[in-house]
Each structure stands twice: as structure tokens, then as C-alpha cells.
């Protein structure tokens, strides 16, 4: 055991002296690779460091024009041109690069992925769909489509963007989005046929798509179908109903129009009592008062505060505590709270 443990001492200084001279070689290596940089790019390094990319930039830009060849720098410039927004420098740095008939086809492919994002960053769309189509067939295809989505939902070209949502595997909510924006269009145009075959897709895509059972409602009802927009509309329960808000207000019209008030208010109150918001409470508490008066109104609001302790719910208790305050006094002092109260729930 001794006699080995002699032989590794002997050892230590051979390969301490290995080591040493690798590292030598190693160094002078990234010492003259170091000598070859021109004196430029430390410039432009060290004012990325101390966050100055003005400077950085002017740095980097005599780099390249010392030495053209340096295609990443090229890539790094055009991509701070683009993120400073100076898109026509990030163009002209990703056109120079395409010309290069040196170029090798991956970074050719790179380059071209790079010019798609500056002209979609600059609005210009035509010419970013025509560089992101080319890509389709490339390594970049996955993030190309992605843009490609991008502009055609800028240009709001719903049927490009539907194609193409499922040709991807899109998120499905997005795609009822935008079967949803071809219903409004189909609405607009009185075409209510079109716009439901679009709604019936949208909740296909996506069961649970408030807007599409919203629509839905709205287009039954334009077509004096009130019952039918009725159950649409609460069909968004069971969808998500944290969005029953946003039909308060028609499941309310809809059942004043068919002479219902008190049905279509007692299912409002039963969505805050089991949904509590402060938009239900809001849109109960004006129809309640519009309905049955500031008494009904104000038990109404003070039940729910018991319940749900809100500074809405404060700021309506008040407001039916003024109404139906007897003197000019009480009303002013009503008021005031009401006032401070009221600049927090804005």
C-alpha cells in the first residue's frame, strides 16, 4: 500500500506540468484569436455592459465594416435595429446578408426569418406574409405559421386565419374567436343564416365560448325568437359564469319585452346570490330599483353586503339611502360618504 501511494506522489508533478502546459497553449490561443477581433467589438461589448446600446451599436457597426464576414454580428445588429424600432436599418442589415451569395443555406433560412419579423414589426404585411410563406417548408415553418396567424388576424382575414388555426392545431378557442368575428361580419350583413353556421362551428371548436352563446342569443332575439335568446344566454352558466354579466342586461330586456320583469329579475338575483360580482351587482341593483323602488332596492344591496361585504355594494347602499332621504341634510351628508366611497370603486 505504501509503495503505491509513492508512485502517485511521483506522479503529481507530471501531471501538474500537463496541465500547465495545456493552459499555456490554451491561452495563447485566446490570445491571438483575441489580437484578430478588432479593437471595435470590445468597445461595443463594453457598452452593452454599461447598458448604453447607442453606442454599442456605432461600435458594432464599424465591426462589420472591418470585417464583413462576421455574420452573427450582423444578426445581433439587425436584431437591436429591430427592437430600438429603426426597422428599416434591421431591414437593410438582413438584406445585405440575403445577397451574400456565400451565404450557407441554414443562415440564408435564418436571415429570411429575421427580415419576415422586421417587416411585420414595421406594419408592412403584404411583404411579411410573402417572406413567412416562403418558409413554410423550412425549419422555421413552426414560428413562420405563427406570424403568418399573427397577420392575418391584424388584417382580420378570419377565413385565412381559420384555415390556417386548423391546419396548425391552433388553440380551439382561438379558433371559435374568430369563427365568432365571421358571425358579427355575417350579422352586420343581415345574414343571419351564415352568421349562425359560423356559431354552431364556434361552439364546436369550443364548448364553453361565452361569445358564440352570446351572438347566438343576440340573433335570436333580432329574430323575435326571445324564448330561444333566453336559453342561449343562460346556457353561459354551465360555459364560464363568471360571464353572466355580460348577459344581465339582455336576459333582463328580453323578459321585460315579454312582459316578465319579476321572472327575469328573480334570475338575475339567483346568478349573484350563487355567482356573486360586483357587474351582477351593479346590474341588479338598477333594475331592482328601477323595477320596485329604492325600498326594494335598498334591502336588496344591504342583504347582499351582509353576504358579500363590497365597497360597490356600500357605494349602491348609499346611493338608495339618498333617494329615499327625507331632508336636504341627510341627503348631503349621504352624499359625502357616498363621494369617498365612491372614488374607490371607479
Known amino acids: 500500500m505504501a509503495e503505491f501511494e509513492y508512485w502517485w506522489l511521483l506522479g503529481f508533478p507530471l501531471f501538474f506540468g500537463l496541465g500547465w502546459i ?26 452593452l455592459l454599461n447598458e448604453q446600446p447607442d453606442k454599442a451599436i456605432e461600435a458594432f457597426i464599424e465591426v462589420v465594416k472591418v ?17 430600438r424600432g429603426e426597422y428599416d436599418r434591421a431591414i437593410r442589415m438582413h438584406q445585405n ?18 427580415l419576415g419579423q422586421d417587416y411585420l414589426k414595421a406594419g408592412i404585411l403584404d411583404r411579411a406574409e410573402e417572406v413567412f410563406t416562403k418558409l413554410e417548408k423550412s425549419p422555421q415553418a413552426p414560428a413562420a405559421r405563427a406570424h403568418l396567424l399573427e397577420i392575418y388576424e391584424q388584417e382580420k382575414d378570419w377565413s385565412r386565419a381559420i384555415a390556417l388555426a386548423r391546419e396548425i392545431g391552433a388553440d380551439p378557442r382561438e379558433l371559435a374567436q374568430y369563427h365568432c368575428e365571421l ?13 349562425r353556421r359560423h356559431l354552431e362551428a364556434a361552439l364546436e371548436a369550443n364548448r364553453k365560448c361565452v361569445r358564440a352563446s352570446l351572438l347566438a342569443g343576440d340573433l335570436e332575439r333580432l329574430a323575435a325568437n326571445r324564448e330561444r335568446a333566453i336559453e342561449l ?28 320583469a319579476e321572472e327575469g329579475l328573480r334570475l338575475l338575483a339567483g346568478y349573484l346570490e350563487r355567482y356573486p360580482s360586483l357587474d351582477l351587482l351593479d346590474a341588479v341593483f338598477q333594475h331592482t330599483l328601477e323595477a320596485k323602488g329604492h325600498e326594494e332596492a335598498y334591502k336588496m ?46
Not at 342583504?303 to 338608495?320: F, H, I, K, S
Open 97 to 114: 446578408l440575403l445577397e451574400r451569395a456565400a451565404l450557407p443555406d441554414d443562415q440564408k433560412v435564418i436571415a429570411l426569418a429575421e
Open 301 to 346: 344591496v344591504r342583504d347582499e353586503l351582509r353576504r358579500n361585504p363590497t365597497l360597490l355594494g356600500l357605494d349602491r347602499l348609499l346611493e338608495a339611502q339618498i333617494i329615499a332621504a327625507a331632508s336636504p341634510d341627510k341627503r348631503r351628508d349621504l352624499e359625502l360618504v357616498r363621494n369617498l366611497v365612491h372614488g374607490h370603486t371607479r
Open 233 to 260: 344566454w343562460k346556457r353561459i352558466e354551465s360555459q364560464d359564469p363568471a360571464y353572466l354579466a355580460l348577459a344581465a342586461q339582455r336576459i333582463y330586456e328580453a323578459h321585460v319585452e315579454g312582459g316578465r
Open 22 to 47: 495545456a493552459a499555456r497553449i490554451d491561452i495563447r490561443q485566446i490570445v491571438t484569436e483575441s489580437r484578430t477581433l478588432p479593437r471595435s467589438y470590445f468597445k461595443g461589448l463594453n457598452f
Open 67 to 83: 470585417d464583413p464576414e462576421t455574420i452573427e454580428l450582423h444578426f445581433a445588429l439587425g436584431s437591436l435595429f429591430r427592437r
Open 183 to 195: 358571425a358579427t361580419s355575417e350579422m352586420a350583413s343581415s345574414r343571419p343564416d351564415g352568421a
